[in-house]
């Protein structure tokens, strides 16, 4: 196989949890994954695991919130030889507090992540791949972006007041809604030139075995229908598909995994 017939895909925030399971996903696929993220230890980690699975994958360590470090991505990118077809963008994150103790740098620094960073990579995404034959973003949002955080099913472990109000994620909520209809912006643009874009928007999450989260977890569980919390592998598979040719008339849309969350 020539190299550039290899197929190549950029997962951002694939250091671990949704991320990583997100690209090992990919390769699977036969995708070569590009995995970024801040810290090179967890990409490197994540990169041996697609390797021992007769997978290829790149560790290029940045912070996307900053245009310099994405300029960088997109010329490791550039260098590999392979046609763009995919872009995962799944780096996010919250500052949660007291509802009148909000910070405006935190602020602005999750609307960077969770939304300035997600747009900028989209549109070079868009560029490369509208030039190659076309290819699908899929931007990771979360249910939060759908519905209002709501405490109540978890106050006895984390206190639902604080001195400054109750414990509030309004820059997240906002920047996840932001995002779904980013998505949608994206997807009317970016159509006719052969690019989808579409959201995953992944409920509660059990990221990891955690003894000092057990309590937590089991009450966010029992806050789910389906009487469980999910795995990251459910959300990479619902990313899987929508950057296959199964889901070539899917643009636009959005993908809600979350056992039943925004049904109450």
């Given amino acids: 196989m020539e190299q550039t017939d290899r197929k190549l895909a950029l997962v951002t925030g694939a250091g671990s949890g949704i991320g990583r399971a997100i690209a090992l996903r990919l390769v699977r696929a036969g995708f070569v994954c590009v995995l970024v993220g801040r810290r090179k230890e967890p990409l490197q980690e994540t990169a041996s695991l697609a390797e021992a699975e007769g997978g290829e994958a790149v560790v290029v360590p940045a912070d996307v919130t900053e245009e310099d470090c994405r300029k960088e991505v997109l010329d490791a990118v550039d260098g590999l030889g392979h ?3 995919g872009l995962v ?11 009148f103790d909000q ?9 960077a992540l969770n939304v300035e960073a997600a747009a900028f990579l989209s549109f070079e995404a868009i560029r490369r791949m509208a030039g190659t034959g076309g290819g699908s973003i899929v931007n990771v949002g979360s249910v939060y972006g759908i519905v209002a955080l709501n ?3 978890y106050e006895d472990v984390y206190p639902s007041k604080t001195p400054n109000g109750p414990i509030r994620a309004p820059a997240y909520s906002a920047s996840k809604g932001a995002l779904r209809l980013l998505s949608r912006e994206l997807a009317v643009s970016a159509a006719p030139m052969g690019v989808r874009v579409n959201t995953v928007s992944p409920g509660m999450i059990r990221l990891a075995e955690d003894p000092a989260f057990a309590e937590r977890d089991r009450l966010l569980a029992e806050a789910t229908p389906m009487g469980r919390m999910g795995r990251p ?5 619902a990313v899987n598909f929508l950057l ?3 889901a070539s008339f899917m643009t636009g849309a959005e993908m809600v995994i979350d056992g039943g969350w925004t049904t109450w």
């Fill in 83 to 85: 046609p763009l077809r």
């Fill in 89 to 99: 963008n799944n780096a996010g994150g919250s500052h949660a507090s007291g509802l």
């Fill in 103 to 111: 910070d405006v740098r935190r602020w602005r620094d999750e609307f």
């Fill in 151 to 153: 405490n109540s099913y």
């Fill in 233 to 237: 592998d459910e959300i990479a598979g």
């Fill in 244 to 246: 296959s040719d199964e």
